[in-house]
Each structure stands twice: as structure tokens, then as C-alpha cells.
């Protein structure tokens, strides 16, 4: 069986530091899919229903826009709109560095294997 030693021995500080990194992208990723979704059923009712929603946080949040903004709907879609854009480009990005990563660690380990068969 293996251990968590031998797994991290195969990759060295600098690949252990860039998986850390990913680990974290994928997490903050995450939680912002999870606000995206959140945000669906209040930006709805704001839009489509013309009733502010009654959660507690979203009371004081959509008070304090209400004071300072004559046309509420449309600052709401802005802000919806700009976290899922964000979302989605973080996404792609972290996701870029995770296939990059993973793709030269196979190529490296690959490597290593035929070196070893062929001495």
C-alpha cells in the first residue's frame, strides 16, 4: 500500500509548491460556483418578480444599493454578471495550470519509466 511519503516523493518543492497553488484555485473556484449559484434564486425574484428577497444578509446588502442607486435591477444584474465572468475565467485558468502541470508530471515520469527499462 502506498503511503503519503511515497506520493510526495515523486514530486519535488517546486511541484509540491504549484499543487498547493492548484489545490487553492481549485478551492477558491469553488466557492465562487457556489456564490454564482446562490445568486440565482434572489437576482430572479429581483428581476422577474419586482420583490426584494428576505435573507438576511441580502436585507442589508440590497438596503445600502437601494439608497445609492435609483435603478436597482440593473446594478444587480451587473454584479451577478461580473461574478459569474469572473468565475468562469478563473475556471479556465486554473484549469489550464492543472492539465499543464499534471501533463509535464506525466511526461517526466514517463521519461524516468523508459530510462529505467532500457538500463
Do not use: R, W
Request: charged share 10%; aromatic share 22%.
Amino acid at each position: 500500500m502506498l503511503k503519503i511519503q511515497d506520493i510526495i516523493n515523486i514530486f519535488n518543492k517546486k511541484e509540491i509548491l504549484l499543487l498547493f497553488l492548484i489545490f487553492f484555485g481549485v478551492l477558491i473556484t469553488t466557492v465562487l460556483d457556489v456564490l454564482s449559484f446562490a445568486l440565482i434564486i434572489p437576482i430572479f425574484q429581483i428581476i422577474f418578480l419586482n420583490k426584494t428577497p428576505d435573507y438576511g444578509i441580502f436585507n442589508y446588502f440590497f438596503y445600502t444599493i437601494h439608497n445609492f442607486s435609483s435603478n436597482l435591477k440593473i446594478l444587480i444584474l451587473l454584479i451577478f454578471i461580473f461574478i459569474f465572468f469572473l468565475k468562469n475565467i478563473l475556471i479556465i485558468l486554473f484549469n489550464f495550470f492543472f492539465i499543464n502541470f499534471f501533463q509535464k508530471k506525466n511526461t517526466c515520469i514517463s521519461i524516468d519509466l523508459f530510462f529505467l527499462f532500457i538500463n
